[in-house]
Every structure is written in structure tokens, then in C-alpha cells.
């Protein structure tokens, strides 16, 4: 099974595309902006294809070309402004769902935010992030795409624990960026995880049990 | 039929106001942010709800109970940046679609931009704009309201000749206010233009003629 990531130079992306390298059951191929990430992806075995986000439908999907699966861990971050956030996490990510479609990549997982689908909790100083996020997520699950969204909490830079806690709606928590990387590699195949959307925090549940009690 | 106007306040807002004010099909109520907005109106006899498109759906839904048709003519404006593009032109917006929903207010019309259903012919300098435009659209054509989607051209603030170009895609070209105005006017009833979006510019056609033949 092919597997492209999209924002695979990303802190979540890296890792998941370490660990699908690794894995006997997956291809990967790392979507990445410029020569420089390809080159180092390159220097490590890994396939890439080179691409922009805010390019056209078309364009995306002549990179997205023979993949089965796609992961959406990219974003426009927190050094730029909200004109990338719409650009970016809102018509980036839809546009990339539309190439999917087209290059009959059926299988689709975003990375969201946790949330995202509750105006109420959204974190006040973010807020027009989550609306990208949000709207994102919403044409996803419009879509005909085989989708998992993932809704991580406050992603952290820790070493992961390999447990977790995932539900419909949790309250505020945190979660290793490793133990996201290893969910999004736990759900790619996993049925119970397919047309469904869920908030993920750490836990005390290992990865591989959680989702399969989805 | 009962109109609640949101962007009442605004260069089309005010002046679809006075034509629904002045006609005898229509009663309107007009939806504004502060008192000082408020005292305005109704210094002219005009209706008010307060509201605000930051605020919750349920709160939205107050104010659009016991209308019939809702015209969403209201935006950030371009002296606010693109956190209020996300805030209120997108997430506002689809807001009220769900008051609407809620409510009851079967008929909805959006005021949109032209083009905005076509990534490609989205003007560079505002782009981020369309993306918030575009999105809004989508997700009231996947709604279960009778919508029509009305995308001018650029707006001016010249006199209007009631006469415009309709179609589903039209090349750039600009709109008096007073006529788009007069076009929401004329569509809230029309059938002909029940779940339709078109572009709409300064044309030849007297506007009542050109609605009935979308």
C-alpha cells in the first residue's frame, strides 16, 4: 500500500514517514516544497515527489499519482499569517482532498486539531485557526473519500509513551508528536477507524487496542 | 414574507433595506451590531435584531426567529485583517446558515464574489479572501436551504441603470451597488433562482427579466 505524506517535513510528518520507512506493510512517498527536503528525505531512501500547496487541483494531482493513502499533517504554522492559514490549512488541505479523488487515492487521514468540530472549545487565541481547520475537516467528511480524522491535543516534543486515550469529545490534554505519527500508522488500514473522526490525548490505552475500539 | 438582513449596515445592506422597506411583498428587519447601528434604522422606521457573527449559533437563532428569507450581505471589510476573514466572512456566515436551519428561514441568499467558485479566477491580491468566499458557498449548497448565491462583479458606488449580464460564468466586470441590491430584491421570490449561484455584472438586461430567465 502507497502512502503519501503531505507536510512530510513537518515535526509529525517526519516521524511518520520514519515509520512507515520502516514498516513491512507500506511505500512511502514524502510530498515536500522544495529540492532541499527532497534532497534530505532522498539521503535517507525515502521516495519523494515534489509539490505546493497552494498550486492548482491539477498540479496536486499529478504528485498524488499512484498513491493509495493519504496522510494531511501539513500546515501554515505559527510564523506566518492568517491569509497561509486560509491558503494553506483550509484550501490547500481541500484541494488536496479534490487531487485525491481525481488520482483515485481513496484512503485520506487528517491531522486536525482537537475539537476542531466544537466552536465552544476552541482555543480563544487561535481561534481563526480552527476555523480552517474546522471548514477543512467538514468538506472531508462531505467527500467520497475513506477518511480518519485525527483530533490530537497540545502536541508535544516529548518522547511518546505508546498509550493514549481517544473518544468523541475529550477535555484539554497533550500528547508526545511521536504518539501521533504512531496513531496515524495504527489507523491507515484499520476498518474501525474508517469514516470516523476522533480526539486523541494521551493515555493509558496502547495505540493498537485504542483504535481498534473505536 | 419577513426579510432579516445581516450586514444591514453595510453600502448594499442600506439600500436593500430601503427597497424592501419600500416594497409591498416584504416586511424586513435589519440585523446590526451596536445600538448606535440599531437607532438608526429605526429612526427611519426600520426593524432591528442586534447580533453578532463572533457570537454563538443559538444566540444567532434568536435573532432570525420568525423570518422567512435571510440575505447575507455582511464581511470583515479590508480594513480588518484575515483573522475577521476567517472570524466572520466564513465561520459568520455559516453561522447563520445554521440559525437559519434552526429557525426555520427556509430562504437564504448569499452575496458572494464573482468567480468565486473558480479557484483559477480568483484575483491574486485578495486571494485569501475568495478562499473564505468560496468556502461559505460550498457548504450552503450542501445545506438543506433554498439558497441563491449571487457573485458580483466589483462593486461601485455609481448610480444604478437596473440593467445587468447573469450567467453562470462571466469574465471580470463590475456592478453598481444600487443593482446588486436590486437584484437580491428581485431573486428572494424568483423560483427560477431557487438553489442557483450565478456571476452577475452590469449588463443590458432589465434585472427582473434577467432573473426569471437564470
Redesign the interface.
Known sequence: MKVLVVGANGQIGKQLVKLLKESDQYSVTAFVRTEQQAREFEDFGVETVLGNLEG??VELEKALKGSDAVVFTAGSGGKT???K???ID??GA??VMEAAENAGAQRFIMVSALQAHN??NWNEQI??YY??K??AD??LV?SKLTYTIIRPGGLLNEPGTAKVTIAENLERGSIPREDVAKTILAVINEESTFNKSFDLVSGEVPIIEAVKNI
Open positions: 492548482t487541483v499569517g492568517y491569509d492559514t486560509l491558503l483550509l484550501d481541500v484541494k466552536r465552544q481561534k481563526p476555523v480552517a474546522h471548514y467538514r468538506i462531505q
